[in-house]
């Protein structure tokens, strides 16, 4: 067993301890630390003091965790929040045109309030299922007071965000759409920043809309400004072209890459960066998921997201589930081709464990938030976001207990979060936030935008 673990050094600003997890089995998803299988983790203003067993903390608020699995909080890295009121608009989309159609047409509706409750309410479904972090990609900035609204529910949720203003404007928008949104960028970053809960990032016009120089443009706003990236990248070679251009860096992440090749593969992972799946959507929509096993064997930082709560829950536990489920049925069918048929165990196959899939949506997600040194580990000098996961009445699954978070958990287990080192839920509620009011926010968006009809009405008093 590991033996205990404290941060040197005094506290910040000499505080003392104020949070204790008691008698946890603990995935502190770090090397160094490894697992525990009952241990207490102290915190301290907002972060990670020690971890280990039989920790002294006097006056602390202490939470007895007997029963559960603490664990970091699951950070998703590639959400539409502002989507949230649209669940179930996609349930049965096939195509992209469908998506368009549906979903996507529907921001020229949106006002900046309905941006506010659609992102409050978004980020409240999060936080109760254990998101304690994401990178909302927020394409549907059609004014600044839209960006403003998105920024002001994310601050009143205390959820730790990434918020990537959207560069995509109409698409038949003029040039001068182009030169407010990246004003207002400027601005927001001297008054939002790059610390703290909420951070400002930015979410590059997609390559095929657009052209490259544009894109350039923003990249270069973003690291003049110190601000991470996002993009999604659909169609094949997008990635070369920004190595080819100067722009690829660890600080762009790309969402779903489903027909980067290779080499693109080997650009990412030489340059430290990563990907973001979307498996739920991706094998959804009929995308080829070979990406997955290749960008893993080629060292690219892969991470997990859920894209639109248009067309799936708000669990990133099924998303986990649904990736392992992925990667080794994309090992199976190579070795089926091959010949190599009933299964055999061989070096290299099978490629991943349950266990790679927390990595994703863990430590290799803080990495592709520009937080790898203080995020997504449960050790001292972390962020202290985490979650305990109850595994009784029924008890903990036999074997790695990652596995039992991976395969055998879903966003109702989640007993427990902390942002901060301020616990959001705690017993199975919400602490400090109504879902009841995230799901008036989301009927009065429904009300205000959809125009079909099919705007839900009804609810318990």
Known sequence: MPETTTAPGPTAHGAGPTLLIRDATVLTMDPALGDFERADVLVTGDRITAVGPDLSAPGAETVDARGMIALPGLIDTHMHAWQTPLKGKYADGWTFD??????????????????????????????DSG??????????????????????????????????????????????????????????????????????????????YGDLERTATEVELARELGLRMTVHQNPAGQIRALHERGLLDEDILPAHANAADDEELELLAACGGGISFTPEGEFGGGRSMTVLNRAHRAGV?????????????????????????????????????????????????????????????????????????????????????????DTEPYGRALGDPAAHVVLQTHPGDVDTVVVGGKVRKRGGRLTDLDPVAAGRATRRVRSRVLDDGSAETSARP
């Open 301 to 389: 930082c892969s991470s997990l997201g859920i894209d639109t709560h248009a067309r799936v829950a708000i669990d990133l536990f099924a998303a986990m589930r649904l990736t392992y489920l992925l990667m080794r049925n994309v090992d199976a069918a190579e070795e089926r081709e091959a010949g190599r048929y009933p299964l055999a165990r061989r070096p290299g196959l099978p490629l991943i464990e349950p266990r790679h899939m927390l990595e994703y949506a863990t430590v290799n997600a803080a990495r592709s938030l520009g937080l790898g040194d203080e995020l997504g580990r449960l050790a001292p000098g972390c962020y202290a976001d985490l979650i305990l996961v």
């Open 98 to 127: 469908d998506y368009q159609d549906r979903v996507f047409r529907l921001r020229e509706n949106f006002t900046p309030d309905d941006i506010h409750d659609a992102t409050f309410a978004g980020s409240v479904q999060m936080l």
């Open 131 to 208: 998101v304690t972090g994401v990178l909302d990609f927020c394409h549907n900035v059609m004014s600044p007071q839209a960006a403003e609204a998105g920024l002001r529910a994310h601050a009143a949720t205390g959820q730790r965000v990434l918020w990537a203003y959207g560069m995509l404007g109409s698409f038949d928008a003029p040039p001068a759409d182009h030169a407010w949104r990246l004003e207002h960028v400027r601005e927001l970053s001297a008054h939002v920043g790059d610390s703290g809960l909420l951070r400002l990032g930015l979410a590059l016009s997609s390559l095929e």
